[in-house]
């Protein structure tokens, strides 16, 4: 059995820590939950999407986009499959900020534990 401990939530969805233990303070993996789908990621699979959230403000200029430079699908790889995210300006603004909430919790925990604050 495994249990979700919630990192962080916005309206676009929430991340959770996954363990196999509630009383365990190590991770099996981070689950994002956006809508109606769930994706297991790293610490690094996260960083890693906020930079493909970043570098895909720019837009896309190729010859088979109608609409240039605006933003419709970004495209993730995980260890298990390659993910194609249906978004807007709005949803890419919340994905950004819902990951950035996730890594500043996971990094805050981190600094508490290494204290021994908590």
Same mark, same amino acid.
């Given at each position: 059995?495994?249990?979700?401990?919630?990192i962080?939530?916005?309206r676009?969805g929430g991340?959770y820590?996954?363990?196999? $233990?509630?009383?365990?303070?190590?991770?099996?993996g981070?689950?994002?939950?956006? &809508?109606e789908? *769930?994706?297991l990621l790293?610490q690094? &699979?996260?960083t890693?999407?906020l930079d493909v959230? $970043? *570098? *895909?403000?720019? &837009?896309?200029?190729?010859?088979?986009? $109608?609409a240039k430079?605006h933003?419709?699908?970004?495209k993730? +790889?995980?260890?298990?499959?390659t993910?194609?995210?249906k978004t807007?300006?709005?949803?890419?603004?919340a994905? +950004?900020e819902?990951i950035q &909430?996730?890594l500043f +919790?996971?990094?805050?925990d981190?600094l508490l *534990?290494?204290?021994?604050?908590r």
């Amino acid at each position: 059995m495994h249990y979700l401990k919630s990192i962080y939530r916005n309206r676009i969805g929430g991340t959770y820590i996954v363990t196999s $233990n509630p009383d365990e303070t190590c991770y099996e993996g981070i689950q994002l939950r956006l &809508g109606e789908m *769930s994706v297991l990621l790293t610490q690094k &699979g996260l960083t890693d999407l906020l930079d493909v959230i $970043n *570098s *895909s403000r720019e &837009g896309c200029d190729c010859k088979d986009c $109608n609409a240039k430079n605006h933003l419709r699908l970004i495209k993730c +790889e995980t260890t298990y499959a390659t993910i194609h995210l249906k978004t807007t300006p709005q949803n890419i603004n919340a994905l +950004e900020e819902l990951i950035q &909430g996730t890594l500043f +919790e996971l990094a805050m925990d981190d600094l508490l *534990s290494i204290n021994e604050i908590r």
